[in-house]
Structures are given as C-alpha cells and as structure tokens.
C-alpha cells in the first residue's frame, strides 16, 4: 500500500524566512509524488509532481521540492514566504494509470507579518 | 492546466431530503473521476472511483446506497447523497486526471459544502 506522511500539523514562518513543509512516503515501486494547497472553502489546487528525472523539482508560486529517494523524502520548500503562502498543504501520491491520489493528513502553513 | 468544474459550491438541505453535486471536465474527457470527502481540518478521504459507463467502486465503509454516483458521460460525473442526515454534512470534492494534458497530476473541483439541518 502506498502512503504519505506529514509530521507537522502547523508551521509557521515569518514572512521573507524561508519554508519547508515535510512529507515521507511509503510505496512499492517508482514513487509519483504530488504537493498541492488549498484555501479554506476551495479545492485543492496543483502545486508540483516528482514522476522522474531531476529530484529538485519546480513548481508553482516560486514553490519547490526535493524528492531523496535515500530517505523517502519530498519535502514542499520555499526560499522566501509570503503571508499569501498561509494555507493547508498536502502531500499525496498515487500508482501508475489512473488511479486516486492518497494523501497526507495536511500541514496548515502559516505566514506571519 | 486542465480544468474541473464542480456545482453547486454550498447547499443547505432538510434531513431527508437528497442533494445532486455535479463534476464537470471541461476541457478534457475523463473516464475516471474521483470523489473525495473532507472533514473540518483533516484530510481528503477517498469515497469512490467513478467510471464512465459503468458501475462505481466504492472505498470501504462508504455506504453506496446513500451516496449514488453516476457517471454518464466523458464529461460528467454526479454525486447524489440520499436522505440526507446531518452526520452528511461534509466538504464533498471531486477530481478526474487526464493522461494527455498532464502524466499523472489530477484536477480538482471546487469542492461542494452540504450542511444538512
């Protein structure tokens, strides 16, 4: 069974310092890694993917993430924070094809001025 | 990226009565969509996989009496929570991925509110 972890259930960073939010996967083969954010009320909204290649991967709103496949790792980083960064993160993965994501239990971030 | 259109955003109904919530691809057919429900403060929780043409297949514990998913065409997949109680009350989001816009990554709706008085 594949699954994700998020040891952190808040974060918080002053606005300018940079951020990490955790995730740890646990899978059987090639790891297909997601991040995405939601606003309260909203659906959750594409950040990043780690399928293959590179293991610093780019993705939206200056967002990015590093897949260590050493310590089952794809942690969400951000060099500088902006208090429009403050949401819930969630980390997920998902199986070849197309199959559902499972996801981590969400990380709140939270921006301070 | 792909878009995924879900309706209605909030609905407030009477215990008893059932609710439809739609999930629209828009720019891109999906055999597959996916239902999700979400708790206050906690994660998504896979209800069910709904396929095109067929039957859905529903996660452990969803009751599929209650919460009816049809999915008709390539576009469209349907939601209906039937009878209604307030344990019902829930943010409700579906999602569907299309394996030429994107490898992998899924689409989500806006996600449904349905508060059962």
């Known amino acids: ?113 | 990226g792909a878009v995924v259109s879900q309706h209605p955003s909030w609905v407030i109904c009477k215990s008893g009565t059932s609710v439809k919530i739609e999930c629209r691809s828009l720019d891109f057919q999906a055999t597959t969509m996916f239902w999700y429900r979400q708790f206050p403060k906690q994660s998504l929780m896979l209800m069910a996989t709904s396929n095109e043409g067929s039957k859905a297949t529903y996660e452990q514990g969803v009751e599929k009496d209650k919460f009816l998913i049809n999915h008709a065409s390539l576009t469209l997949s349907t939601l209906t929570v039937t009878s209604a109680h307030p344990e019902d009350s829930s943010f409700y989001i579906c999602s569907a991925s299309d394996a030429v816009v994107g490898f992998g990554e899924a689409f989500f709706g806006q996600g449904t509110r349905l508060t059962v008085v």
């Open chain 1, 1 to 113: 069974a594949q699954s994700v972890a998020q040891p952190e259930d808040q974060v918080n960073v002053a606005e300018g310092n940079p951020l990490t939010v955790k995730c740890t996967y646990s899978v059987s083969g090639n790891p297909y890694l997601f991040w995405y954010v939601q606003y309260p009320n909203r659906g959750l909204q594409f950040l990043l993917k780690y399928i293959t290649g590179d293991n610093l991967v780019k993705g939206s709103y200056g967002f990015e993430a590093e897949f260590n496949k050493s310590q089952t790792s794809f942690h969400l980083k951000k060099p500088s924070a902006l208090v429009s960064d403050s949401a819930l993160y969630f980390c997920a993965v998902r199986g070849i094809g197309n199959t559902p994501l499972v996801f981590g239990k969400g990380t709140r971030l939270s921006v301070i001025a």
